[in-house]
């Protein structure tokens, strides 16, 4: 079946750190990949997406791209701030499959 | 921006009670869905709803859960006898179309067995 791995947390950085999370799955066919994120609190919202391969999903500073040849989506940004803190989940969703989550990973920014 | 609303953010039941949490999807949307959260665990996923009918559950959707959409607006969760480890954050979540578009979730309800 359809499976998400991510990398384990917690991850703290500095402000203006640069940031990985890693992200791959296990689909058959061809999944959509999405991260969503789940501010202090809150629920969650979606951050960024790809529907095929090579795609480049982008917010905020965010991006990721949908590697088919190593069936990663890794998270990135260039500089983050304490605003970024929170947890990031990576989720596909493949044929009429519901979307599956993988199982969060913390980021804590710290000034 | 449309949203899905849920409510209450927070409930508090006592074992083997039934409660009922409310979803309102976004009003064009067709496909529904639930998913809990056991606090610090993965978002699991429980149940997927369309046409009016189940389209698919998970194995912890089990006998004591039901939906229903009743008055084509709301989309309801029953958990019939509650358990001690029914305690988690429920997510509602909206769909325009099965692929490639992300769900819309809810901002949650809060479900506490005591």
């Known amino acids: 079946g359809n499976s998400v791995t991510q990398m384990e947390g917690p991850v703290t950085l500095s402000e203006e750190a640069f940031l990985t999370i890693n992200c791959t799955y296990t689909?058959?066919?061809?999944?959509?990949l999405f991260w969503y994120v789940q501010y202090p609190g809150e629920g969650l919202q979606l951050l960024l997406k790809?529907?095929?391969?090579?795609d480049k999903g982008s917010n905020k500073g965010f991006e990721a791209t949908y590697r088919k040849e190593t069936t990663s989506f890794h998270l990135e940004k260039g500089s983050v701030q304490v605003s970024d803190s929170a947890v990031y989940f990576c989720?596909?969703?493949?044929?009429?499959?519901?979307?599956?989550f993988g199982k969060g990973t913390r980021l804590s920014v710290i000034a | 921006e449309p949203e899905v609303t849920q409510t209450p953010s927070h409930q508090v039941t006592q074992m083997g009670q039934e409660v009922i949490l409310r979803c309102v999807p976004i009003?064009?949307?067709?496909?529904f869905y639930w998913y809990r959260q056991i606090l610090g665990q993965k978002v699991e996923f429980l149940v997927s709803?369309?046409?009016?009918?189940?389209?698919?559950k998970s194995e912890i959707f089990d006998d004591q859960f039901s939906v229903e959409r009743p008055d084509g607006s709301n989309f309801t969760l029953k958990i019939r006898s509650t358990k001690l480890e029914d305690s988690a954050m429920y997510f509602c979540?909206?769909?325009?179309?099965?692929?490639?578009?992300?769900?819309?979730f809810g901002s949650g309800t809060r479900l506490t067995v005591v």
């Open positions: 979540a909206s769909s325009g179309a099965l692929l490639g578009y992300g769900y819309t």
């Open positions: 689909a058959t066919g061809y999944p959509s």
């Open positions: 790809a529907t095929k391969a090579d």
């Open positions: 989720a596909l969703s493949g044929g009429n499959t519901p979307l599956v």
């Open positions: 009003s064009n949307h067709l496909y």
């Open positions: 709803f369309y046409n009016n009918e189940i389209s698919e």
